[in-house]
């Protein structure tokens, strides 16, 4: 893979690529990075596609901007520049875990007319988990890092301690007995940069306060609440209890929606199962417009 730098939505981004064909973005979640997608890479390009795989705002290479937004409307906007300025001005193919999937939600709704067909894994629908959240103790308690992150400075504190354990921790308790060091070094090394630490978090910062929102996105994050008319694949690992979500927010989805479990799979899925779900990945990208 090469590692190539664009500029887009004001911020420059390191993006992976690989391969010629229909172009499929990949986009990763926390804590994490564009090299978490390397088995879906390979078989990717080798199938016929070109892959695109950024370092999202704020994860370096990356740019790590100070005092920057970090809103669904404003991650939102990034792709869009990002399959603007490298899409080859063809509709793309869109996939995303965790982050990257919230994400993926985000720009289909808002702008369907760049996105043929999207995988969304791990992550349901932000409508579907405010409204989890509100009636289920289980997985408020699934998501205590969301409220963690919220308080200032001891959440870099506690991630950059003891070699970055908090990021050990989190992988075993998302994907338990999964093994995956020599990536998660990777993972480690990154939020070391200087301002990666506050510049990841301060997705989660944003997400559960409307004040570190752009103020002149707020069209667009109208925008993302869109039902989506864009052909969805929505993936989760059986140990992720998140899959429970994915039923029941079909209402969401004015175009074809599917959704599949994982049997013994959790958080981190395509590392854990990458053969299979790249076969369900290449399997959704092929099916007929």
Not at 101 to 120: D, H, K, M, Q, S
Not at 201 to 224: F, I, Q, V
Not at 227 to 232: A, D, E, G, T
Not at 240 to 252: A, G, N, V, Y
Request: glycine content about 6%; proline content about 8%; charged content about 20%.
């Amino acid at each position: 893979m090469e590692e190539r730098r664009v500029r887009a939505n004001g911020f420059e981004f390191a993006y992976l690529e690989e391969g010629d064909g229909p172009t499929v973005f990949l986009l990763h979640g926390f804590p994490d990075n564009a090299h978490s997608w390397s088995h879906q890479t390979k078989a990717l390009s080798a199938a016929g596609y070109r892959v695109i795989a950024p370092f999202l705002r704020g994860y370096p290479p990356s740019q790590t901007p100070e005092n920057a937004y970090y809103d669904s409307a404003t991650l939102a906007l990034d792709v869009k520049e990002l399959i603007v300025a490298l899409g080859g001005g063809e509709p793309v193919y869109l996939v995303g875990q965790d982050w990257g999937a919230g994400i993926t939600y985000n720009v289909v709704a808002a702008f369907p007319e760049l996105v043929r067909r999207a995988v969304a894994m791990a992550i349901p629908h932000a409508a579907q988990i405010r409204r989890t959240l509100l009636s289920s103790p289980k997985h408020l308690h699934h998501s205590f890092h969301w409220w963690f992150f919220q308080l200032p400075d001891m959440p870099e504190a506690a991630i950059a301690a003891n070699d970055y354990a908090f990021i050990d921790y989190l992988w075993n308790d998302w994907s338990p007995g999964h093994e995956d060091a020599a990536h998660i070094a990777t993972i480690k090394q990154m939020l070391a940069k200087p301002g990666a630490l506050a510049a990841t978090l301060g997705y989660y910062r944003a997400m559960l306060s409307p004040a570190r929102a752009d103020p002149a996105l707020k069209a667009l994050d109208e925008a993302c609440n869109r039902p989506i008319s864009v052909p969805m694949l929505a993936l989760c690992g059986s140990n992720d209890m998140r899959w429970e979500m994915l039923e029941p927010q079909k209402e969401f989805f004015t175009g074809p929606y599917e959704w599949k479990v994982l049997e013994g799979c959790g958080h981190f899925l395509h590392r854990e199962r990458p053969a299979d779900v790249t076969e369900l990945i290449l399997d959704w990208l092929r099916r007929p417009a």
